[in-house]
Nanobody
């Protein structure tokens, strides 16, 4: 069982930046992708980005491409999501998730691909 804890959320002005962290309670095997999703109030949870632990392959949704960077620190069992040029529409609860599927980050874009989820961290972007 893997437990995930997100942190780094908060209130940020539009145009600003933030970094979210996701710490895993156990070692994440290198071929399992870790992803970030977000859910705005009243909307479905959507894919944001994913990374493979082993080869650092990454994939981004069109909504954040060019404004977000996902990275990981294997020694700390931690995945980061750095975002800049934030917009009010980025306001959401952000969740990290780990898959037990040996698939690439480019294919791990649906919630069903993930087995473990964090509790989420609220990100609010003010205009």
């Amino acid at each position: 069982q893997v437990q995930l804890v997100e942190s780094g959320g908060g209130l940020v002005q539009a145009g600003g930046s933030l970094r979210l962290s996701c710490v895993a309670s156990a070692r994440i095997y290198s071929h399992y992708p870790t992803g970030w999703f977000r859910q705005a109030q009243g909307k479905d949870r959507e894919f944001v980005t994913a990374i493979n632990w082993g080869d650092s392959e990454t994939y981004y949704s069109d909504s954040v491409k060019g404004r977000a960077t996902i990275s990981r620190d294997n020694a700390k069992n931690t995945v980061y999501l750095q975002m800049h040029s934030l917009k009010p529409e980025d306001t959401a609860v952000y969740y990290c998730a780990v898959s037990r599927l040996s698939v690439s980050a480019t294919t791990a874009t649906t919630q069903s691909a993930y087995d473990y989820w964090g509790q989420g961290t609220q990100v609010t972007i003010s205009s």
